[in-house]
């Protein structure tokens, strides 16, 4: 993720490190720091950070389908 990406994601500009490291820790994004100490991160860090939090997902619940389909059976 570009240092540009990674201000536009936070809502902070590159000179405000510290910002941007606060809301990627708030936000769970795994991250690293670089020899400059502004952080790196991946937009597949991002995105399971956004995962984990409920805010996306592309996958069902497959046991509550499954339960779903389990009780409608049974009731006729």
Sequence with gaps: MSDED???L?????????RQLRWLK?????FT???DGRPRTTW???ERAMTNAGVASSEPNFDALLARATKHQAHG
Aim: aromatic share 8%; net charge negative; glycine share 14%.
């Design 6 to 8: 990674l201000s536009e």
């Design 44 to 46: 597949g860090a991002y």
């Design 33 to 35: 720091l670089r020899r």
């Design 26 to 30: 708030e936000n769970g994004v795994a």
């Design 10 to 18: 936070t809502g902070y500009e590159p000179n405000q490190i510290q």
